[in-house]
């Protein structure tokens, strides 16, 4: 599934608040898909946290998608209101544009 779907399996999946176990049994083999194509199960995801329980699908939405890796986030360093590139200098620096 693409990662953009996470929210409505996590509403339609719990009722909450919810255990970090009852999560990783029920939805833990689900494959998140990022824009690469890469992909990776709820369960990778969820692994390494250490928390005990989710106390609204907010929170477990919140933390699965925040701890997904950067294969998700697009294009890194891309910057749709300006023409200067990361880490370099503008060419007219006395154009500001508010």
Not at 21 to 33: L, N, S
Not at 53 to 70: C, F, K, V
Request: aromatic share 10%; no cysteine; hydrophobic share 30%.
């Amino acid at each position: 599934m693409r990662y953009t779907d996470t929210a409505q399996i996590v509403d339609q999946s719990f009722e909450f608040p919810v255990t970090h176990t009852a999560v990783v049994e029920r939805i833990g083999t689900i494959k998140i898909t990022s824009p690469s194509g890469d992909s990776v199960t709820i369960r990778d995801v969820l692994e390494p946290i250490e928390e005990e329980s989710y106390l609204t699908s907010d929170a477990l939405y919140t933390t699965i998608i925040g701890n997904l890796d950067e294969t998700f986030i697009g294009r890194k360093y891309y910057d749709d209101r300006g023409r200067t590139t990361f880490g370099t200098a503008a060419d007219d620096e006395s154009t500001v544009s508010f």
